[in-house]
């Protein structure tokens, strides 16, 4: 069994092309994540959904890394040494330390009961995959931040329609001030699950389709959570 799987990468995005390509990575990542997520889940059926599960959105790992502490961060590496570890280990640390993006897979994130829009993304796809409904995650446009870099957004995309879901939205992100937003994504949602229960009436009425069979899929959708969403 493989724990944990680190990789010690960097994505440049000083350049069109470095961008293209480092974008290209990200999605691979998402998408593995994805996979990841779809395997544990038809391996463990019991586990709740995402909008039952208790999770809430916090803010990308590597932008809220609080400033470090060379003096601690010594500390740490002479702690590390001590306990006989490589020093590849250490430098491994330091990174983690400093701020590192970090992509949870299910146990993980639902241990931790928070992560942002490339961990919460990846759940929702899986459920949906599950569900027979194609879906995948989806970049938004990157905008500044306070670091001089670039922070992207990921959103779940219907391939179907092409509409978007944000479980970060919905699950907290920005606070009060998108309160508006926030409901609008929850009524996309209601709605979404409102047509797929009139699909599956039409579906049993014609005699194509088993009620408990449908029943079991419209739940795995994970559209709404079973006591409803709170603001």
């Known amino acids: 069994m493989l724990s944990d799987i680190y990789l010690g990468i960097t994505l440049p995005f000083a350049t069109k092309d470095e961008r293209t390509h480092s974008e290209h990575v990200l999605k691979w990542l998402l998408g593995t994540v994805c996979q990841l997520n779809y395997l544990y889940l038809t391996r463990h059926p019991e586990t709740p959904l995402l909008y039952n599960s208790g999770v809430r959105?916090?803010?990308?790992d590597q932008s809220s890394a609080p400033p470090v502490d060379a003096g601690k961060l010594r500390q740490i590496?002479?702690?590390?040494?001590?306990?006989?570890?490589k020093p590849e280990i250490g430098q491994m640390v330091g990174r983690l330390v400093r701020g590192a993006e970090v992509?949870?897979?299910?146990p993980n994130l639902y241990q931790r009961k928070r992560g942002d829009c490339n961990e919460l993304v990846p759940v929702r796809v899986?459920?949906?995959?599950?569900?027979?409904?194609?879906?995948?995650?989806?970049?938004?446009?990157p905008l500044p931040n306070s670091q001089g870099g670039l922070t992207y957004h990921v959103v779940v995309t219907y391939l179907e329609d092409g509409s978007y879901e944000d479980p970060s939205l919905i699950l907290g992100m920005g606070g009060k001030s998108?309160?508006?937003?926030?409901?609008e994504e929850i009524?996309?949602?209601?709605?979404?699950l409102g047509n797929y229960i009139s699909e599956a009436q039409r579906l049993i009425a014609a005699g194509e389709a088993l009620p408990m069979e449908l029943e079991q899929e419209i739940d795995q959708m994970g559209f709404v959570p079973r006591n409803g969403f709170h603001d």
């Open 126 to 141: 899986a459920e949906l995959w599950r569900a027979g409904i194609a879906a995948s995650p989806l970049l938004v446009k």
């Open 103 to 106: 992509f949870l897979d299910i």
């Open 178 to 183: 998108r309160t508006a937003e926030r409901k």
């Open 57 to 60: 959105y916090t803010p990308p």
């Open 187 to 192: 009524r996309k949602n209601r709605e979404r």
């Open 77 to 85: 590496f002479s702690i590390l040494q001590s306990m006989g570890q």
